[in-house]
């Protein structure tokens, strides 16, 4: 047979029933049972945050526990130090739950009136909605605190275990090693050399140790022109379609001079990269 859910809050009722003042002490003495059924030992009132070894043990509310208007209870429990607040505010009372280790907070807010009907009687009428509050104090106030790490054991978790460190393999921010020179990965990446076929153009303007030629500046007229189009922009040896029928067309050379035969035709303007200082005076 299932164990009461209520088992020992008639004993813990009876033992502060003649303390009770007011509806908001039964709500405090209510979430000391649930407390104490946790395994929540009390260690008298107050909020202060160090153990001196010689504290004893109760699963009874001590004495004075309602004399002041705020409520402070200190509880030990898996032999850390927690503290009780519950603050009567606009018809509220609002719990706080405080491990004193790394100051972890939880709390939960209860409307006085609408929760407590009764001052004594069965829990039925005096807590309608007691099991409604007992989820919320299960939930709210207890789990998201007690099975929340502490933050040294944490901190001992993660030294001690090794394998849930990173790698430097796997870190994002690593920039890949360089490939050797000649090595062709299967995955290309920025440190690759350009194939072979392609033109070096612009190589020796990075590069102060290139060979002589090159640059940015393309010479139409080296030996890597078009070999497709060799007499594109040199008169007479215009492609075919270079010139569409009927337009008009004005020659950039001497009219019916064309290339000279065993020699290299002459540029089609000298002056597109005139030296220094040069002047011819063309555009007088």
Known sequence: MASDPLFGWDLTFRTVEKDIKTKADIIVAFIHWNLTKRGFRNIGVG???TLSGDEVKSEVLPTGWNDSEIFKLRYIYDNKLYILHGLNTDGNLIVN???????AVTNIAVKIEDTVKEMSGPIDKMLPTHKDLMYNVKRDLLD???????????????????SNLRRPSDDPLRVPPRPMPGAT???????ELP?????????????????AGGGMIFNPFGPRRDIENPGL???GGLPRGAVPPGAR??????PGVGPLGGRRPPPPDADHLPPPGFNDNMFM
């Not at 998201?144 to 090794?162: E, V, Y």
């Not at 990965?185 to 440190?191: A, E, M």
């Not at 067309?249 to 001497?254: E, I, K, L, M, N």
């Open 47 to 49: 909020d202060e945050r």
């Open 97 to 103: 739950l405080m491990r004193s280790e790394d100051l």
């Open 144 to 162: 998201t605190l007690t099975d929340r790490p502490t933050t040294t054991a944490h901190t001992q978790t993660t030294t001690g275990d090794n």
């Open 185 to 191: 990965p299967d995955t290309r990446d920025l440190w």
């Open 195 to 211: 194939p072979a076929n392609l033109p070096n153009i612009g190589r020796s303007d990075l590069d102060p140790f290139a060979p």
């Open 233 to 235: 922009g040199i008169p």
């Open 249 to 254: 067309f004005d020659p950039f050379g001497p």
